[in-house]
C-alpha cells in the first residue's frame, strides 16, 4: 500500500521561513510527477508547486520567488521551501503524487500539514 507522510508544518511569524517534506512508501515501481497543493478553510484546494520526476518545475503566480520545490529521488522524497511568508499562505498544505504500483498507476495524496502564518 502507498503512503505519502507530510511533516514540516506549523506556526510561523510573517516573514518567516518553513520547510515542508513529503516522503512516499510501500511499493512504488515509478515517482512520476509530485506537487504540493493548499486549501484554506471555505477554499477550493489549489496547487501550489509541482516537479517532474525530471526536476522541471512549475509555481503558482502567488507564491514564485518565495517558494521551491524539490525531490529526492532515491529518498521518494519531495520538499517545499517556503519563505517570506505571508497570512494568505495560512492553509493545509497537501503533498500529490502521481505514482505506478504493482497492477495499477494513479494520483496519491498525504493526509495534509496546517501551515499558520500569525503573528
Known amino acids: 500500500q502507498v503512503q505519502l507522510v507530510e511533516s514540516g508544518g506549523g506556526l510561523v511569524q510573517p516573514g518567516g521561513s518553513l520547510n515542508l517534506s513529503c516522503a512516499a512508501s510501500?511499493?512504488?515501481?515509478?515517482?512520476?510527477?509530485m506537487g504540493w497543493y493548499r486549501q484554506a478553510p471555505g477554499k477550493q484546494r489549489d496547487m501550489v508547486a509541482a516537479?517532474?520526476?525530471?526536476?522541471?518545475?512549475n509555481y503558482a503566480d502567488s507564491v514564485k520567488g518565495r517558494f521551491t520545490i524539490s525531490r529526492d529521488n532515491a529518498k521518494k522524497t519531495v520538499y517545499l521551501q517556503m519563505n517570506s511568508l505571508q497570512a494568505e499562505d495560512t492553509a493545509v498544505y497537501y503533498c500529490?503524487?502521481?505514482?505506478?504500483?504493482?497492477?495499477?498507476?494513479?494520483?496519491?495524496w498525504g493526509q495534509g500539514t496546517q501551515v499558520t502564518v500569525s503573528s
Open positions: 500529490n503524487a502521481d505514482i505506478r504500483t504493482k497492477g495499477k498507476r494513479g494520483d496519491y
Open positions: 510501500g511499493i512504488i515501481l515509478m515517482l512520476y510527477d
Open positions: 516537479i517532474t520526476s525530471g526536476g522541471s518545475t
